[in-house]
Every structure is written in structure tokens, then in C-alpha cells.
């Protein structure tokens, strides 16, 4: 049996590429002192700063608010989380349940936006609508009200969950659709532009996806444990997954080698083009009309943008999750 290289106790966990094995405790203050060294070494968070950690209910969201709530007294930074019903039944029940226990158990603030009860419609209902693929629709509406709810909390940034097996898979695809302008949006962290956009970071950035289930499973954090009912093993992003899966066993630490070097040559890559512009109807971040103004114009005969920010705003309010005056 392996054991723990600082204290000898049975290991929990080995990492191939340093032989490195560690025990339960040992294990913990390693991951810690990681998402520690991500946020110091890409300058993520701030003293004194608000930081709204994205919270969907899964084993990565809960190693995140985990980790971040151990840190912000270190780092002297506040810290609250958001998390979307997406209306996808059992699933997005379990999800809510396991996020609200979370919170709770870590005492840190929660405001819960509950998609059907903002549109009348949950994620399932809005991709037939739409006629569009229900991971298409749900990635539009999160990333929407994620950073509403980022930018009327008056947050320095909203911080996900992404672990290194995600955002290597992100990445790869993006290189492989030759989609080259989302990859500068794939580094550990990405500025706010005032009033539009908040900055989105990654303390995950350079933790795998065993590591952030270990952390939160070890740690005794809620989570729920079941996959989304929508999510397809035909996805490229799923194949891809496998694929890096299984380089990764024959050359241990690539995924993240690989991670940090791309977050060095981000400015690499191209940016949109043309100045970002308040959208018409809500004013955050588009280029005229913003996705989801246009997405339930298409669906419900009117932009929502302007009442999910209201909306937003009376939920963070609630919770004792915001920075600023409206
Ligand atoms: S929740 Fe949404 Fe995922 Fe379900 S509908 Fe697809 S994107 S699979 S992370
Ligand atoms: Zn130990
Ligand atoms: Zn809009």
C-alpha cells in the first residue's frame, strides 16, 4: 500500500509525474496551498476584494466555494455565491438542494435564481423553443446570468469551476474547431470591463478533476452526485475527454503542462473584433443585441435581459450578496 511521503499514513491519493503520495490531511493542505499558488501566481483575487463564486451543485462547484471559503480569510477577500436553477427536473432538485446545504454548512452567503420561476420555462422547455440542443441554450443562460449577477453584486469577479480535465478539453476543441478567438477566454482569469462584463477566474485552474472529487468527497462537502440527463458521450467534448484521459496515464502532467504554458501565450490569440457594446435592451456586455436579450425575444415575444437583471439584483439583495447601492 502507499503511503504518505509526510507523515507515513496510507495514501489517499498518488501523483505519477512527482511520485508524490499523500494521506487524507496531507492531501487537503496540498490542494489548498495549489488553488493558493493559482490565485497568488495569476493575481486572481485581491485583498479586500468580492469575490461571487458560480455554484451549480456538483463535486467541482463544492471543492471551489470549499477552498475559497478556507482562503478568503487568508487572502482577505469576501466571498458569496450564486446558483441557477436551470429547471431540468430530479436533476436540477438535487443540484439546488445539495448548493443550498453547501452554502449553508460553509456560512457563506447564497442567492438562488430559479429559471422557471424568471422565464415560466426551465432549460428543457426554452432548447425545444429554440430549436436548439439543450447544453447550447443552458451554456447562453448561464453565462448570462452568471455575470449579471457578477456585475449587480458589484463583484471584482465571479469565480467557476472549471477543473484542468475541463478547460484542457475547452481548449483542445478550440483548436481543433479553429474556433482560436475563444481561447484568450480560456486562461485563469479574464478582466471586468465596468458595467458590462465581470471578470471570470479560475482558481481550479491547475487541479484535476480527481483532485477537486477528492477534495470535496474527503472534506465531507454536499454534493450531487448524478450527471445532468442531457449530457451526451457522442459530444466532442466528452470524446476529447477520454482521449486526454488516456494520454495523461501514458505521460502524467501533460493536461496541466499544457494549461500553464497556454495561460502564458493567451494574448496570442485573436480577439473579437470591434469595441463590446451595452446591449439595447439591458445593457451588459454584446456586440448590439446581447445572446439572451435576443434568445427569449426569439422565444417569448420580449428581451428579458432588463427584468433577469432586476430580478438578479432582489435575489442577491436577499442573501446579503451584494457590494453596492443600485
Ligand atoms: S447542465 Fe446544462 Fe450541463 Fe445539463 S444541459 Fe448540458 S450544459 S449537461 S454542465
Ligand atoms: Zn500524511
Ligand atoms: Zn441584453
Known amino acids: ?13 498518488c501523483y505519477p509525474e512527482s511520485r508524490l503520495c499523500l494521506c487524507r490531511d ?48 487568508r487572502l482577505g477577500f469576501r466571498l458569496a455565491a450564486v446558483h441557477i436553477d436551470l ?25 438562488v435564481i ?48 472549471h477543473n484542468a480535465d475541463d478547460l484542457a478539453v475547452y481548449a483542445l476543441k478550440s483548436f481543433l474547431t479553429q474556433d482560436l478567438e475563444a481561447i484568450p477566454k480560456l486562461g485563469p482569469g479574464t478582466e471586468s470591463i465596468p458595467g458590462l462584463a465581470v471578470g471570470r477566474i479560475r482558481p481550479l485552474y491547475l487541479a484535476s478533476e480527481k483532485e477537486s472529487f477528492l477534495y470535496a468527497y474527503l472534506s465531507g462537502l454536499p454534493f450531487n452526485h448524478e450527471e445532468c440527463p442531457h449530457a451526451s458521450r457522442r459530444l466532442l467534448e466528452f470524446i476529447l475527454k477520454e482521449h486526454l484521459a488516456s494520454l495523461e496515464s501514458r ?30 435592451h439591458c445593457g451588459l456586455l454584446s456586440w448590439g ?20 437583471r432586476e430580478y438578479v439584483r432582489a435575489k442577491l439583495e436577499e442573501a446579503g450578496a451584494v457590494m453596492c447601492r443600485g
Open 1 to 13: 500500500m502507499a503511503r504518505c511521503r509526510v507523515c507515513g499514513a496510507p495514501a489517499v491519493i
Open 26 to 73: 496531507h492531501f487537503l493542505e496540498h490542494f489548498e496551498s495549489k488553488v493558493e499558488r493559482t490565485l497568488r501566481r495569476y493575481r486572481l483575487v485581491r485583498e479586500g476584494g468580492f469575490v461571487l463564486a458560480a455554484v451549480s451543485g456538483g463535486k467541482d462547484s463544492a471543492a471551489l466555494l470549499g477552498v475559497l471559503s478556507r482562503l478568503s480569510s
Open 87 to 111: 429547471g431540468i427536473g430530479e436533476y436540477s432538485r438535487r443540484s439546488r438542494e445539495a448548493a443550498v446545504r453547501l452554502a449553508r454548512e460553509l456560512g457563506v452567503p447564497l442567492a
Open 114 to 161: 430559479d429559471l422557471r420561476e424568471l422565464l415560466g420555462l426551465g432549460v428543457p422547455e426554452l432548447a425545444v423553443k429554440a430549436r436548439r440542443p439543450p447544453c447550447s441554450v443552458c451554456g447562453l443562460v448561464k453565462r448570462y446570468l452568471t455575470n449579471a449577477a457578477g456585475v449587480e453584486a458589484c463583484a471584482d469577479a465571479v469565480a467557476l469551476g
Open 251 to 280: 505521460r502524467p502532467g501533460l493536461r496541466t503542462q499544457f494549461l500553464a504554458k497556454l495561460a502564458k501565450r493567451l494574448n496570442d490569440y485573436p480577439k473579437p473584433e470591434g469595441e463590446p457594446r451595452p446591449c439595447r
Open 289 to 308: 443585441e446581447c445572446s439572451f436579450c435576443r434568445l427569449t425575444r426569439r422565444i417569448l415575444g420580449e428581451p428579458m435581459g432588463p427584468k433577469a
